[in-house]
């Protein structure tokens, strides 16, 4: 069974503090997705990493997977209040008609002003 | 851009009875999964579909569980007999091929009383 651990389970910081939080798995993955998740919503997908050591910017948000391809991470730089939500990664395993996802319990950030 | 629709946001049901909820997937999306999030937990995979079949299915999705594409847009969960353990809020993804990311509805929230 495939697991992903995401920790911190809960931040809480002052805007405009940096941040990073992580996703680790002793399981490899084709593909890692960031996905980040409201209150009474679904989750709204961030960026999808694939290529191990790969790194990706979306604007503050830079997110790295793991050269083996079993990890990644999400930094934020300079926190904003509007960044608060629920954090979720999620591996995909072989492509094909398959392809489901095995989610992290997610990391609660809220940023207070 | 387009989404995936979910209905109803809010299901209600008694206990042992049949309840059908409704995803509108992506329009040109091939792949289709249901999710499922009990409270406090984290996000689950039911069932993936292709071709009109299903692809896989988790243990969760045992006899009391179908799924059905009944025309080219709808894509329905049917739970037969509702335990009060089905509660949980149920999550549509759809994707388009290969590696592509899945993008989810806003779910539905079912209550089984």
């Known amino acids: 069974t495939q697991l992903l651990e995401q920790s911190p389970q809960f931040l809480s910081i002052q805007e405009g503090e940096n941040l990073t939080v992580y996703c680790n798995s002793s399981?490899?993955?084709?593909?890692l997705q960031w996905y980040r998740q409201e209150p009474g919503e679904g989750p709204v997908l961030l960026v999808t990493?694939?290529?191990?050591?790969e790194v990706k910017k979306l604007k503050r948000l830079t997110f790295q997977f793991g050269d083996a391809r079993k990890d990644s991470s999400l930094h934020i730089t300079a926190a904003q209040t509007g960044d608060t939500g629920l954090y979720l990664c999620a591996g995909g395993g072989s492509g094909g008609s398959n392809y489901k996802l095995t989610f992290g319990k997610g990391t609660l950030l809220t940023v207070n002003p | 851009e387009p989404e995936v629709t979910q209905t109803p946001s809010h299901q209600v049901t008694q206990m042992g009875q049949e309840v059908i909820l409704r995803c509108v997937p992506i329009s040109n999306h091939l792949y289709f999964y249901w999710y499922r999030q009990i409270l406090g937990q984290k996000v689950e995979f039911l069932v993936s579909?292709?071709?009109?079949?299903?692809?896989?299915k988790s243990e969760i999705f045992d006899d009391q569980f179908s799924v059905e594409r009944p025309d080219g847009s709808n894509f329905t969960l049917k739970i037969r007999s509702t335990k009060l353990e089905d509660s949980a809020m149920y999550f549509c993804?759809?994707?388009?091929?290969?590696?592509?990311?899945?993008?989810f509805g806003d779910g539905t929230r079912l209550s089984i009383l």
């Open positions: 579909f292709y071709n009109n079949e299903i692809s896989e």
């Open positions: 993804a759809s994707r388009y091929s290969g590696n592509q990311p899945q993008h």
């Open positions: 399981s490899v993955f084709s593909s």
């Open positions: 990493v694939v290529t191990g050591g």
